[in-house]
C-alpha cells in the first residue's frame, strides 16, 4: 500500500461493498450505526492513550490554537459519544470510516484506512459479551466475503489472575501487569525485582524498616519538611507520605522469591494451538497450587463458541504473552489473520477494554468489549484467494 | 560558492569552543568581508565555505543536506533525526560542549529516584487525577523513545519553547527532560535528576550530512579538512620516541607495537641511526620499559609534533565508506 492510497472505481465499490455486507451483518445482531466527526479534539486521545499514540497521530492547531487530531482510531470517539448521550447501557454500536495514523520509519504503510467496527457497552455478562464480538469479527469477515483466516486469543485476565493469587507487594503486583506484554522489558523488570540492586528510595526505606509506623511517618514527614520549597509537582504531600508507607510495609519482601519468577516465566513462555495451552496452563497452576479456575473457563468457553461458528480448533492458537500492544485492553485479546499477496495479514482484531469509559468521563467503571476489522486489508486477502 | 559548506556555531560557548578547535589545527576562522559575520572562511583550505548558524539550525541543515559538514550537539541531531542511519555521519566527538539529557522531577518526590518509580508513580498518577502526569521538554523524540524503553506510557508531553526548568515551578508540567551539565539550574529549581534517567551523554561533534551533494571536488575538500584535524589530534596525542636500535631492531619494534601501540614513523639509513617511533602519550613509559625490558639500553628522547600526517586518513576513510 502507498502512504497515501488513492481508491479507483472497482476498489473503492468493493470496500464499500465489504462495508455494508458487514455493517448489515453488525445490524442483524442489534448494533447501530454511528459516525464520529474525523477532525477530533486532540486531548482525549492523548489523555487517554499517551504518547505511543501521540507519535502516530497526525495533529494540527486550529487559527485559535486549539490542538486537533484526525481520529486515530473510532474506538475512542464512540465511547466518549456512548458516555456523552447518557443513554442507558448496555449500547451496541458499529461504525465504518477513516481512520489515520503516521507510520514513523514505515514509509511503505498508509497513512489513512477504512476501519469497520463494532462495540459492545456496558453488558453485565463478560463472558457472554466477548464471545458475542468474537463471533461478530468471525461472522463479519464471513459476510465481507472472507473465510480463511486463523483466530490467535489470548486473555490479560490470566496473567492478572495469577499475579493477584501471588505472595508480593501491591506495587509489584500493578507493575507487573502493567508490563507483561513488553516483551524484553518484563523480563529485565522481572530479573530486577529478582535480583536488582538497592536505589535511593530502597535504601531510604531500608533505614525505615525498624521503625513503627507512627515513627516512620514521622520521619518521612522530617524529610518533607525539608524540600517544603520544591515544585510539587501536582502530588500532595500525603500522596507521597502513602506510597512511601505502603512500601516501607512491603520492605521486608524487596525481593521477589525466585520460585515465583519461574512460575510467572513458565505461565508467558505457554503457546500453541488454544486446546493444548489450555492443557498446559492447568498443569502448571495446578503445580504451583495456584487457582485460575475463572479466566480459563472462560476460555475453555470462548473456544467451545468458535467450534459452534465452524472454526477448526487447529486454526485457533494462543499465546500467554498475547496481549495487544494498544494500552487499553484490560482482559480477553483476540485477532484474525489472514494471508495476501505479501505474506500473513491481521485482517482484525479487539478484545475487552473495561477502564476507558470511566477514563472518558463515566462516573463509574463500565464493561466494554470491541473489534475492529482492517477493510482494505480484507479486500487483499479476498483477492489472494482468488475471491474478488 | 565553494564545493563544500561547513556549518560552525554563531554564538555562545560553543561558537568560542569550535572556533579555539579549528585555530588549533592551523584551520583558524577568517570573516568574509560584508558578510555581516555568517560566513567565513579557514585559513589554508579555500575550497570550503564557512557558514555560521544557531546550533539548531546546524542539525536541521544537516539533516536536509543543505551543508556538507557542520559541529553541533549530538543532543540536537539524535532529537531531529532519531535514525541517523543514511541521513548523518557523526565524524568524531569533539571533547567539548558536554551535557546530558536527562530525566528530572521534583525534590519534593521524595519517594522517586528510578525511572521504575516515576513508572508507578505516573500509572497513580492517571488513576487518582484523571490525566497524564505532563512531562515538559523540547526533546520530543528523545524522550518518547527513551519513555518507550523504559516501559513508561501513562505520561504526555508537553511542548517547552525555553526556561523548561521552570515548568514545575509553573504547575504547567510535573517533571521535565531537559540537558543538565552540573546540576545546578536543576536544582536551583527545586528539581532532581533519576538514577537512571540519562538519556543521552552529549557532546559537540564534528559529523556530515549524508543527503548533501558530495561530488568530488566536495569530497577532496573534506579530505583535506578531516587529514589536517585527523594529523592534529594524532600529533597532540603521541610523541615522537627517537632511539638508535641495535639488530634486534625488528624484535623490539614488534615488542614496542603490542606493548605500547607504538608504530614506526622512519627506519634509519645507516646502521647507527636513530629510529623514529610514533608512541600514544600515554603510553610513553610502557614504551621506554618495553625498549629496556628487551636489551636496548641505547639513550631515548621524545619529541612534539604539530601535525603527523600519513598516508592514512582514517576520518576521511570512515566518511567515504558511507557516502553513497
Known sequence: MPAFPHYDTPAIDALNGQAVAMLKCMAARGYTRQEPSVLQPADIFLDRSGEEIRRRTFTLTDPSGRELCLRPDLTIPICKMAVDSGAPFPQRISYNGLAFRHQPNEPHRPTQFFQAGAELLGLEDRAAGEIEIMSLAVEALRAAGLNDFDLKVGDLALFGALVDALDVPAQWRARLKRHFWRAGYFEALLNRLTHGAATDTQRLLGSLGGLSATESRAAIEGLMDMVADAPQGARTREEIVERLMEQAADAAALRLDPKITRVITSLLNISGTAQSALGEIRMLTKNARIKLDAPLAAMEQRLSALKALGIDPARVSFAARFGRNMEYYTGFVFELWSQDAEGRVQVAGGGRYDTLLEALGANRAISAVGCAIRTERVLAARRFAGGA | ?324
Open chain 2, 1 to 324: 560558492m565553494a564545493p563544500l559548506t561547513l556549518a560552525v556555531p554563531s554564538k555562545g560557548r560553543l561558537q568560542e569552543q569550535v572556533q579555539e578547535y579549528f585555530a588549533d589545527a592551523g584551520a583558524g576562522l577568517k570573516q568574509s568581508a560584508g558578510a555581516r559575520g555568517y560566513r567565513a572562511t579557514l585559513i589554508g583550505l579555500a575550497d570550503i565555505e564557512v557558514m555560521l548558524l544557531s546550533a539548531s539550525e546546524i542539525a536541521t541543515s544537516l539533516i536536509s543536506g543543505d551543508v556538507h559538514l557542520g559541529v553541533t550537539g549530538e543532543d540536537l541531531l539524535r532529537e531531529q533525526a532519531p535514525e541517523l542511519a543514511g541521513r548523518i555521519h557523526l565524524i568524531k566527538p569533539l571533547g567539548f560542549g558536554f551535557a546530558n539529557v536527562a530525566v528530572a522531577v521534583p525534590q519534593y518526590w521524595i519517594d522517586v529516584s528510578t525511572m521504575a518509580d516515576l513508572d508507578d508513580v505516573c500509572a497513580a498518577f492517571a488513576q487518582k487525577h484523571r490525566r497524564r502526569l505532563r512531562i515538559a521538554t523540547k526533546y520530543l523524540q528523545l524522550t518518547r523513545s527513551f519513555f518507550a524503553h523504559m516501559g513508561i506510557s501513562d505520561y504526555r508531553i508537553v511542548e517547552s519553547a525555553g526556561a523548561t526548568e521552570g515548568a514545575p515551578a509553573a504547575g504547567t508540567a510535573e517533571a521535565i527532560v531537559d540537558i543538565t551539565t552540573t546540576g545546578a539550574t536543576l536544582a536551583a529549581n527545586g528539581l532532581k535528576t533519576l538514577e537512571d534517567g540519562t538519556i543521552l551523554e552529549s557532546q559537540a561533534q564534528l559529523a556530515a550530512s549524508l543527503t548533501a551533494d558530495w561530488d568530488a571536488p566536495a569530497r577532496a575538500a573534506a579530505e583535506a579538512l578531516l587529514a589536517r584535524l585527523g594529523a592534529r589530534e594524532r600529533a597532540k596525542t603521541s610523541q615522537i620516541l627517537r632511539v638508535r636500535l641495535d639488530q634486534h631492531a625488528d624484535k623490539i619494534l614488534a615488542a614496542l607495537a603490542k606493548e605500547a601501540g607504538a608504530s614506526v614513523l622512519s627506519r634509519p639509513t645507516d646502521p647507527t641511526g636513530e629510529y623514529a617511533i610514533l608512541c600514544p602519550r600515554q603510553k610513553l613509559m610502557d614504551a621506554i620499559a618495553s625498549l629496556r625490558k628487551q636489551g636496548c639500553d641505547a639513550p631515548a628522547t621524545t619529541q612534539d609534533a604539530d601535525y603527523v600526517f600519513d598516508t592514512a586518513n582514517p576520518l576521511y576513510a570512515s566518511l567515504a565508506a558511507v557516502l553513497r
